[in-house]
């Protein structure tokens, strides 16, 4: 693939404007058909071969059974929403650390697993509304002590007010290591993962006492 069949696409926004890259494509047909010797393949179904040059000069290729007819932009936005996976994921790795789970049966680790995608999921929602929807009322989205929380941590008055939920989420992040700074675009799933701990912690505490004051 040339450079003139290179073309322009935008897919999202990101936390510093819109993610765009140079993206190409074109139909092949991949070497999975049949086997006829010892390390060759017949020409299998037809797929497509997608391009992306990227601003730093790095290509990357990927192969997608969409049918032939499909614009460029359909393909790219179904390339690129495999973003939102690998950020699932992610959180399910490191933030919930599933892999260090030691139970003695399956279904022990599938209860555990549904309560941490459960998790997973939140933190992705906060991150992506955060940004799509920034002007929503935070107690859609936050038990009103979560909110507070996150003003009371960072040391900031608490409003009579419900805030933004991009107003929260930012607050959270800061907790998790997020500076915030005008360059820094929105926090990503880790600062808020990490941020959300502290919050889980503080309110769970403020919950007991507010119990103990009450017995």
């Not at 993610?19 to 017949?42: C, E, I, K, M, Y």
């Not at 969409?66 to 699932?88: D, N, Q, S, Y």
């Not at 933030?95 to 997973?120: N, S, W």
Request: aromatic share 8%; glycine share 8%; proline share 5%.
């Amino acid at each position: 693939m040339g450079p003139k069949a290179l073309q322009r696409c935008l897919w999202r926004n990101g936390t510093k404007g819109m993610l765009n890259a140079r993206f190409a494509a074109v139909r092949v047909r991949v070497a999975d058909g049949a086997l006829v010797s010892r390390a060759q393949h017949l020409p299998g179904q037809a797929a497509w071969l997608v391009c992306e040059a990227r601003s730093s000069g790095e290509r990357k290729y990927y192969s997608t059974r969409h049918p032939a007819g499909t614009p460029r932009m359909t393909l790219v936005r179904a390339i690129k929403a495999r973003w939102a996976c690998e950020l699932f994921f992610l959180v399910l790795k490191e933030g919930c650390r599933v892999e260090r789970l030691q139970l003695a049966d399956t279904e022990r680790l599938q209860t555990a697993l549904a309560l941490y995608m459960v998790i997973a999921w939140r933190i992705n929602r906060l991150m992506r509304l955060g940004r799509t929807l920034p002007d929503l009322p935070a107690d859609l989205l936050f038990e009103p002590d979560e909110w507070r929380a996150a003003f009371i941590l960072n040391k900031k008055p608490v409003p009579r007010q419900t805030p933004t939920l991009n107003t929260v989420v930012r607050l959270i992040a800061q907790r998790g290591g997020f500076l915030g700074r005008k360059h820094d675009g929105e926090p990503g799933a880790r600062t808020i993962w990490l941020g959300m701990q502290e919050i889980a912690v503080f309110v769970e505490g403020a919950r007991y006492a507010r119990q103990f004051n009450d017995g």
